[in-house]
């Protein structure tokens, strides 16, 4: 079971700091200006992100976004067991239109996904929806920022997020794969944004990215 007390080690560890640490400091600039503040966790695994900080932040709303069955079921878990009612929890992908997709599910729950098929031990269909379509069945009417993890699909999940974009203009932290990185640059930049990296590895990269 998911928690606080087991996310807290994780985040102790150097694994993503620079993510966390902006997101607290943000987090921190914008909870006395307004009433609620939208967090969208795209990918979501366990809730380390989304629990973490709808604990630390009460007037935060999280919506976490985990298509892999057994994720999703340790961070259902993992709220109910930090007695957490700020975050929606929901088991889809997200993606450029609604339907059904097929995701290819890795031993790590961390690096499931719905592109790449390497290392694959089970292959299973999710319900897909576009995070512009989920937007407004959920009725919402603002968002702050999202974070955006879902391991090669990232172009995907942005494409059924523009109009949510350009109306919102959150900010976006997004984990890119390098082989992705020139197009995720050039949709950003046709909406009006600007990327700087925050992390840089081998093979992937986290940008966090601005309207401009």
Known sequence: MTNISDLDEQIRSDYEKPVFDYLIQY??????????????DVG???????IYLAKKFPKLLAIAIEPD????????????ANNIDNVIVLNIAAYDTDGFIT????????????VD???????IKVRARSLDS??????????????????????YVLQGFRDGIVRFKPKVIIEVRK???????????????????????????????ECQ
Do not use: W
């Open 27 to 40: 987090l921190r600039s914008v909870e006395h200006q307004r009433g609620t503040v939208v967090f969208i």
């Open 44 to 50: 979501a695994n366990i809730g380390r992100y989304s």
């Open 69 to 80: 069955p057994d994720a999703y079921l340790a961070l259902i878990k993992g709220v109910k």
């Open 103 to 114: 995701l290819f599910r890795k031993r790590a729950t961390t690096i499931s996904s719905i």
């Open 117 to 123: 098929k390497t290392d694959v031990f089970e292959v």
């Open 134 to 155: 989920l937007i407004k069945e959920l009725g919402i009417n603002h968002i702050d920022i999202v974070k955006i993890d879902v391991e090669g699909a990232e172009f």
């Open 179 to 209: 082989d992705n990185k020139k197009r995720i640059l050039e949709f950003f930049m046709d909406v009006g944004y600007k990327c700087k990296s925050i992390i840089e590895g081998k093979d992937i990269e986290y940008l966090l990215c």
